[in-house]
Protein backbone atom coordinates (compact mmCIF):
# COMPACT_ATOMS: atom_id res chain seq x y z
CA UNK A 1 0.00 0.00 0.00
CA UNK A 2 1.58 3.28 -0.80
CA UNK A 3 1.18 6.38 1.61
CA UNK A 4 1.03 9.82 0.69
CA UNK A 5 3.56 12.02 2.34
CA UNK A 6 1.94 15.48 3.54
CA UNK A 7 4.12 18.11 3.77
CA UNK A 8 4.51 19.73 7.41
CA UNK A 9 3.37 23.71 7.07
CA UNK A 10 5.82 26.24 8.45
CA UNK A 11 3.66 28.84 10.98
CA UNK A 12 4.61 32.02 12.38
CA UNK A 13 3.94 32.89 16.02
CA UNK A 14 4.68 36.03 17.99
CA UNK A 15 7.55 35.69 20.64
CA UNK A 16 9.79 32.99 21.42
CA UNK A 17 9.30 29.46 22.02
CA UNK A 18 7.72 28.56 25.27
CA UNK A 19 5.29 31.21 24.55
CA UNK A 20 1.08 30.94 24.96
CA UNK A 21 1.19 31.77 21.36
CA UNK A 22 3.44 28.51 20.16
CA UNK A 23 1.19 26.59 22.31
CA UNK A 24 -1.74 27.74 20.31
CA UNK A 25 0.25 27.61 17.36
CA UNK A 26 0.88 24.11 17.88
CA UNK A 27 -2.80 23.18 18.59
CA UNK A 28 -3.73 24.58 15.62
CA UNK A 29 -1.47 23.17 13.20
CA UNK A 30 0.12 19.73 14.76
CA UNK A 31 2.94 18.60 13.44
CA UNK A 32 4.25 21.98 12.34
CA UNK A 33 7.24 24.07 11.66
CA UNK A 34 6.54 26.81 14.23
CA UNK A 35 8.41 29.89 13.58
CA UNK A 36 9.00 32.51 16.04
CA UNK A 37 9.10 36.12 14.75
CA UNK A 38 10.19 39.04 17.49
CA UNK A 39 6.96 41.30 16.54
CA UNK A 40 3.20 40.86 15.50
CA UNK A 41 4.15 43.11 12.26
CA UNK A 42 7.29 40.99 11.55
CA UNK A 43 4.78 37.32 11.79
CA UNK A 44 2.52 39.41 8.76
CA UNK A 45 5.49 40.37 7.30
CA UNK A 46 6.55 36.94 6.95
CA UNK A 47 2.74 35.48 5.76
CA UNK A 48 2.87 38.50 3.08
CA UNK A 49 6.29 37.25 1.29
CA UNK A 50 5.47 33.77 1.53
CA UNK A 51 7.93 32.55 4.23
CA UNK A 52 5.38 30.81 6.24
CA UNK A 53 2.27 28.84 5.15
CA UNK A 54 0.44 30.28 8.08
CA UNK A 55 0.03 32.38 10.97
CA UNK A 56 -1.22 32.55 14.56
CA UNK A 57 -1.95 35.62 16.47
CA UNK A 58 -3.72 36.14 19.80
CA UNK A 59 -6.67 38.86 19.00
CA UNK A 60 -8.41 39.04 22.45
CA UNK A 61 -8.08 37.86 26.15
CA UNK A 62 -11.23 37.95 28.91
CA UNK A 63 -9.27 40.09 31.33
CA UNK A 64 -7.67 42.97 29.54
CA UNK A 65 -9.27 42.93 26.20
CA UNK A 66 -8.43 43.36 22.26
CA UNK A 67 -4.63 43.37 20.85
CA UNK A 68 -5.34 46.32 19.24
CA UNK A 69 -2.27 45.75 17.23
CA UNK A 70 -3.08 42.75 15.99
CA UNK A 71 -6.70 44.50 14.39
CA UNK A 72 -4.53 47.22 13.17
CA UNK A 73 -2.32 44.38 11.19
CA UNK A 74 -5.27 42.85 9.99
CA UNK A 75 -6.96 45.50 8.52
CA UNK A 76 -3.48 47.00 6.93
CA UNK A 77 -2.84 43.27 5.35
CA UNK A 78 -5.72 42.60 2.97
CA UNK A 79 -4.29 39.35 1.90
CA UNK A 80 -4.28 37.58 5.02
CA UNK A 81 -7.66 35.65 6.18
CA UNK A 82 -8.44 34.66 9.02
CA UNK A 83 -9.67 30.77 8.58
CA UNK A 84 -9.70 29.26 11.99
CA UNK A 85 -10.12 30.04 15.77
CA UNK A 86 -9.00 28.74 18.95
CA UNK A 87 -9.61 29.59 22.41
CA UNK A 88 -6.66 28.83 25.16
CA UNK A 89 -6.59 28.92 28.58
CA UNK A 90 -4.02 30.86 30.06
CA UNK A 91 -2.33 29.87 33.37
CA UNK A 92 0.37 32.30 34.23
CA UNK A 93 3.19 31.68 36.45
CA UNK A 94 5.93 33.35 37.84
CA UNK A 95 9.14 31.96 37.36
CA UNK A 96 12.25 32.72 39.00
CA UNK A 97 16.08 31.21 38.84
CA UNK A 98 16.19 28.14 40.59
CA UNK A 99 16.90 28.22 44.42
CA UNK A 100 15.08 31.72 44.47
CA UNK A 101 12.17 32.33 46.87
CA UNK A 102 8.78 34.09 46.37
CA UNK A 103 9.78 36.85 48.63
CA UNK A 104 12.64 37.46 47.31
CA UNK A 105 10.88 38.76 44.08
CA UNK A 106 10.94 42.42 43.23
CA UNK A 107 10.43 42.90 39.85
CA UNK A 108 8.31 40.65 37.12
CA UNK A 109 8.97 41.05 33.85
CA UNK A 110 6.67 39.99 30.56
CA UNK A 111 4.37 40.99 27.81
CA UNK A 112 1.89 44.18 28.56
CA UNK A 113 -0.92 41.94 28.51
CA UNK A 114 0.32 39.15 30.45
CA UNK A 115 1.09 41.89 33.37
CA UNK A 116 -2.55 43.19 33.11
CA UNK A 117 -3.74 39.95 33.53
CA UNK A 118 -1.89 39.53 36.85
CA UNK A 119 -2.14 42.77 38.02
CA UNK A 120 -3.55 41.98 41.79
CA UNK A 121 -1.12 39.45 42.44
CA UNK A 122 1.79 41.71 41.71
CA UNK A 123 0.19 44.71 43.65
CA UNK A 124 -0.28 42.34 46.48
CA UNK A 125 3.21 41.77 46.45
CA UNK A 126 4.68 44.73 45.85
CA UNK A 127 6.27 43.09 42.31
CA UNK A 128 7.11 45.53 39.95
CA UNK A 129 6.45 45.08 36.23
CA UNK A 130 8.56 45.28 34.07
CA UNK A 131 7.53 45.27 30.16
CA UNK A 132 8.73 42.54 27.46
CA UNK A 133 8.51 41.73 24.43
CA UNK A 134 6.58 38.70 25.25
CA UNK A 135 6.30 36.01 27.88
CA UNK A 136 8.64 33.42 26.32
CA UNK A 137 11.44 36.60 26.01
CA UNK A 138 10.91 37.58 29.53
CA UNK A 139 11.56 34.00 30.59
CA UNK A 140 14.65 33.93 28.24
CA UNK A 141 15.94 36.98 29.80
CA UNK A 142 15.63 36.22 33.84
CA UNK A 143 17.04 32.48 32.98
CA UNK A 144 20.20 34.39 30.85
CA UNK A 145 20.30 37.27 33.77
CA UNK A 146 20.61 35.09 36.94
CA UNK A 147 18.96 37.64 39.32
CA UNK A 148 17.05 36.09 42.24
CA UNK A 149 15.44 39.42 43.10
CA UNK A 150 13.79 39.02 38.96
CA UNK A 151 11.12 37.32 37.92
CA UNK A 152 9.03 36.63 34.62
CA UNK A 153 5.52 35.84 34.05
CA UNK A 154 4.66 33.40 31.47
CA UNK A 155 3.53 29.90 31.15
CA UNK A 156 4.99 26.36 32.96
CA UNK A 157 5.86 25.36 28.97
CA UNK A 158 8.22 28.21 29.05
CA UNK A 159 9.71 27.30 32.77
CA UNK A 160 10.59 23.81 31.39
CA UNK A 161 11.99 25.47 28.16
CA UNK A 162 14.44 27.60 29.98
CA UNK A 163 14.99 25.30 32.99
CA UNK A 164 13.30 28.25 35.41
CA UNK A 165 11.37 27.61 38.65
CA UNK A 166 7.51 28.15 39.03
CA UNK A 167 7.65 29.98 42.04
CA UNK A 168 3.72 30.90 42.32
CA UNK A 169 1.66 29.47 39.84
CA UNK A 170 -2.12 30.61 38.21
CA UNK A 171 -1.65 33.93 39.36
CA UNK A 172 -3.99 35.81 36.57
CA UNK A 173 -6.61 37.76 38.20
CA UNK A 174 -9.58 36.14 36.27
CA UNK A 175 -9.76 32.45 36.97
CA UNK A 176 -11.75 32.78 33.71
CA UNK A 177 -8.28 34.22 31.97
CA UNK A 178 -8.94 32.85 27.89
CA UNK A 179 -7.09 34.85 24.92
CA UNK A 180 -8.71 34.49 21.35
CA UNK A 181 -5.97 33.40 18.89
CA UNK A 182 -7.09 33.57 14.97
CA UNK A 183 -5.45 31.43 12.55
CA UNK A 184 -4.18 33.19 9.37
CA UNK A 185 -3.54 32.24 5.17
CA UNK A 186 -3.27 34.22 2.62
CA UNK A 187 -6.10 34.48 0.36
CA UNK A 188 -5.38 32.59 -2.28
CA UNK A 189 -4.37 29.44 0.29
CA UNK A 190 -7.62 28.58 1.68
CA UNK A 191 -6.33 25.22 1.40
CA UNK A 192 -4.71 25.34 4.48
CA UNK A 193 -7.40 25.53 6.98
CA UNK A 194 -7.80 21.83 6.25
CA UNK A 195 -4.43 21.09 8.21
CA UNK A 196 -6.07 22.34 11.25
CA UNK A 197 -7.78 19.51 13.53
CA UNK A 198 -11.44 18.62 12.86
CA UNK A 199 -12.29 19.00 16.34
CA UNK A 200 -10.99 22.30 16.00
CA UNK A 201 -13.05 23.68 12.66
CA UNK A 202 -16.51 21.63 13.73
CA UNK A 203 -18.56 24.88 14.81
CA UNK A 204 -20.88 27.05 12.95
CA UNK A 205 -19.73 29.93 10.51
CA UNK A 206 -18.52 33.04 11.82
CA UNK A 207 -17.26 35.83 9.83
CA UNK A 208 -14.86 38.92 11.14
CA UNK A 209 -15.20 42.61 9.30
CA UNK A 210 -13.98 45.62 9.36
CA UNK A 211 -15.72 48.79 8.45
CA UNK A 212 -16.56 52.56 7.88
CA UNK A 213 -19.61 54.07 8.13
CA UNK A 214 -20.54 56.89 6.10
CA UNK A 215 -20.44 60.42 7.33
CA UNK A 216 -24.46 60.36 8.26
CA UNK A 217 -26.62 60.73 11.25
CA UNK A 218 -27.35 56.96 12.34
CA UNK A 219 -25.36 55.66 10.35
CA UNK A 220 -23.49 53.08 12.62
CA UNK A 221 -27.41 51.81 13.70
CA UNK A 222 -28.63 51.42 10.20
CA UNK A 223 -25.15 49.33 9.79
CA UNK A 224 -26.16 47.14 12.34
CA UNK A 225 -30.02 46.94 12.23
CA UNK A 226 -29.74 44.35 9.15
CA UNK A 227 -28.16 42.02 11.23
CA UNK A 228 -31.10 42.30 13.80
CA UNK A 229 -33.59 41.81 11.53
CA UNK A 230 -32.30 38.68 10.04
CA UNK A 231 -31.64 37.39 13.71
CA UNK A 232 -27.97 36.89 12.91
CA UNK A 233 -25.91 36.91 16.29
CA UNK A 234 -23.31 39.78 16.95
CA UNK A 235 -20.37 38.22 18.74
CA UNK A 236 -17.85 41.28 19.03
CA UNK A 237 -18.22 44.96 18.36
CA UNK A 238 -15.23 47.38 19.14
CA UNK A 239 -13.93 50.90 17.40
CA UNK A 240 -10.44 51.81 16.52
CA UNK A 241 -8.96 54.88 15.67
CA UNK A 242 -8.74 54.55 11.59
CA UNK A 243 -5.13 56.69 11.48
CA UNK A 244 -6.61 58.25 8.27
CA UNK A 245 -7.66 61.31 10.73
CA UNK A 246 -8.37 62.37 13.38
CA UNK A 247 -11.40 61.47 15.45
CA UNK A 248 -11.46 59.37 12.37
CA UNK A 249 -12.88 55.64 13.28
CA UNK A 250 -13.26 52.19 12.38
CA UNK A 251 -15.35 49.25 13.91
CA UNK A 252 -14.88 45.87 13.94
CA UNK A 253 -17.05 42.94 13.80
CA UNK A 254 -17.92 39.79 14.50
CA UNK A 255 -21.06 37.39 13.43
CA UNK A 256 -22.71 34.07 13.09
CA UNK A 257 -22.72 33.36 9.87
CA UNK A 258 -21.20 32.91 6.29
CA UNK A 259 -22.01 35.98 3.57
CA UNK A 260 -21.89 33.52 0.69
CA UNK A 261 -25.25 32.66 2.31
CA UNK A 262 -28.83 33.51 3.23
CA UNK A 263 -29.53 35.77 5.29
CA UNK A 264 -26.05 37.02 5.71
CA UNK A 265 -25.59 37.94 2.19
CA UNK A 266 -28.80 39.92 2.66
CA UNK A 267 -27.36 41.70 5.42
CA UNK A 268 -24.13 42.90 4.13
CA UNK A 269 -26.25 44.17 1.44
CA UNK A 270 -28.03 46.61 3.16
CA UNK A 271 -24.91 46.74 5.43
CA UNK A 272 -23.35 48.39 2.75
CA UNK A 273 -25.81 51.10 2.01
CA UNK A 274 -24.47 52.92 4.87
CA UNK A 275 -20.95 52.79 4.70
CA UNK A 276 -18.13 53.94 3.02
CA UNK A 277 -16.23 50.30 2.95
CA UNK A 278 -16.39 46.93 4.70
CA UNK A 279 -13.10 44.89 4.38
CA UNK A 280 -14.48 41.05 5.25
CA UNK A 281 -11.08 39.37 7.26
CA UNK A 282 -12.49 36.29 7.39
CA UNK A 283 -15.06 34.04 7.78
CA UNK A 284 -14.21 30.11 9.49
CA UNK A 285 -15.40 27.66 12.13
CA UNK A 286 -16.01 29.08 15.20
CA UNK A 287 -14.64 27.68 18.18
CA UNK A 288 -16.28 25.26 20.15
CA UNK A 289 -14.39 24.53 22.59
CA UNK A 290 -11.72 25.69 25.46
CA UNK A 291 -8.46 24.22 24.58
CA UNK A 292 -6.19 23.61 27.80
CA UNK A 293 -2.45 23.66 26.75
CA UNK A 294 0.07 21.40 28.08
Known sequence: MAYRCVQAVNVAYQGLAGAFSEAAAAALFPGAN???RPTFAEVFAALKATEVDAAVVPVENTHAGSVVDVYDLLRQHSDAKVIGELILRVRHCLLGIHGSQLDEVQVARSHPQALAQVEDFLRERRIRP??????????????????RTVAAIASRRAAERYDLE????????????????????????????????????????????????ANLPGALVRSLQPF??????????????????????????????????????????????CCDWIQTLGTYPAATQVFEPD
Open 130 to 147: EVAFDTAGAASEVAELGD
Open 34 to 36: LVP
Open 166 to 213: VLADSIETSRDNFTRFFALARDADRGIAERIPPALRGGPAKTSLVYKT
Open 228 to 273: ATAWLQLSKIESRPSRAAPWDYVFYLDFEGDPAAWPAREALALMRT
